[in-house]
Structure formats: C-alpha cells, structure tokens
C-alpha cells in the first residue's frame, strides 16, 4: 500500500493552465479506472472534483479534467482562478479493496 | 442532501482505545461502502479502512491491520471505527466517507468535517 506519487508543489498566473500528475503502479492506478481527485483548502474536508478518472461531479467547473496513461493519472486546470489555491490529492482503487492516496500537490496561483 | 457527521474524537494514552461514530443521512445508506480516511496535523490523507454496503466485508490498511475494526448499523444509518493500541502516530482528523458503489470502496463521494484524534501522554 505505497503512496501515490505527486509534485509536491506546482503554481500558476491567473488565466494559465497548469497540470498535477499521480503515478502509481498496474496494482492500481493502472489496473483499474478508479482515479479520482480531491481538492482541499485550509482546515476544510476534501471534496471531489474528478472521479472515474475523468468524470466531474455536478457543479464542478469544466476547467478541471482529468485523464490517465498508463500508471499515470493527470488532472489539469485551465483558466486557472485564484480560488483554485488549494491542496490536491489524487487517490486510487488499489488491489485487496483497498485505497491509496498521493502525497497531495500545494497549487499556489502567484 | 447527503450529511456525514462524525463524532467520539478526543484526547486518549499512547496504548489506549477510542470509538469513533458517524452518523448518515441524506442517502440509502445500506446502499453504499464507506470509508474512514485520516489526515496527520499538515500530512496528507491517508486511507483507514473500509466497509461494504451490507456490512459483510471490512478492509483495512496494513498501518490500522489488528488494531482497528469498522462497523456499520444499516438499521441506524451509523458507522463506527473502534481503535484498540492507539500510537502516537495515530494522531490525526478522522473523516467518514462515502463510496460511489456498494461492494468496495472504488472512489470517496462525500465527506464529513472530521473528527480530532490525538494520541498523547
């Protein structure tokens, strides 16, 4: 049950697109279609903003996509809002009914 | 609406033990797996344990594996998570999470606000 990998940090100007990657191994992110991502701001709970890999909950803004190749999943936001300044995590159906997360990725929007 | 509030956190020993419950609302909650996922002070989440639908399978990580065990009363809508051999690391927000499907916890739907646990003499 090793972690996800994420950048630890990526940042980006208002307007700019930036792009998170999770990589993991074929016991999970790439054995399954069960990726999804969360985004976290300061002494808030997770909430999700792609599951299924590329699939957005209702009320989650179309400038967040999602995609995977191979072991590595991506999510990309474009059009990047300052309100985008938050924590994300990717997480993974994982083999033993198990899931595993990533590290978590800081988005700073300079 | 779909609510999950959680509730039973607080200060215990290092070895001690602690009952964490969530209460469900908003959803068939027989309907669902769910999940305990834990946040260590400014760490990243870290995935507990799960539970199907009907109660019948539990799955837990190999850092929770003889210490923990998670339960759910289907006929109450609540789900517990009993944590025997408490260590320090152990110290963290607790969130009650529901799955997308029934059986196994594929993806985290909702979340609760979470719980404080700390472990410490």
């Known amino acids: 049950q090793s972690a996800l990998t994420q950048p630890a940090s990526v940042s980006g100007s208002p307007g700019q697109s930036i792009t998170i990657s999770c990589t993991g191994t074929?016991?999970?992110?790439?054995?399954?279609?069960?990726v999804s991502w969360f985004q976290q701001h300061p002494g808030k709970a997770p909430k999700v903003i792609i599951y299924?890999?590329?699939n957005r909950p209702s009320g989650v803004p179309n400038r967040f996509s999602g995609s995977k190749s191979g072991n590595t999943a991506s999510l990309t936001i474009s059009g990047l809002q300052a309100e985008d300044e938050a924590d994300y995590y990717c997480?993974?159906?994982?083999?033993?009914?198990?899931?595993?997360f990533g590290g978590g990725t800081k988005l700073t929007v300079l | 609406e779909v609510q999950l509030v959680e509730s039973g956190g607080g200060l215990v020993q290092p070895g001690g033990s602690l009952r964490l419950s969530c209460a469900a609302s908003?959803?068939?909650?027989?309907?669902?797996?769910m999940s305990w996922v834990r946040q260590a002070p400014g760490k990243g989440l870290e995935w507990v344990s799960g539970?199907?639908?009907?109660?019948?399978?539990?799955y837990n990580a190999d850092s929770v594996k003889g210490r923990f065990t998670m339960c759910r009363d289907n006929s109450k809508n609540t789900l517990c998570l009993q944590m025997n051999s408490l260590r320090a690391e152990d110290t963290a927000v607790y969130y009650c999470?529901?799955?997308?499907?029934?059986?196994?916890?594929?993806?985290?739907?909702?979340w609760g606000h979470g719980t404080l646990v700390t472990v410490s003499s």
């Open positions: 999470a529901k799955s997308r499907t029934k059986t196994t916890v594929t993806t985290i739907e909702y």
């Open positions: 908003g959803f068939t909650f027989s309907s669902y797996a």
């Open positions: 539970i199907s639908g009907s109660g019948g399978s539990t």
């Open positions: 074929s016991r999970d992110v790439g054995g399954y279609n069960y």
């Open positions: 299924d890999v590329s």
């Open positions: 997480s993974s159906y994982a083999s033993s009914s198990t899931l595993v």
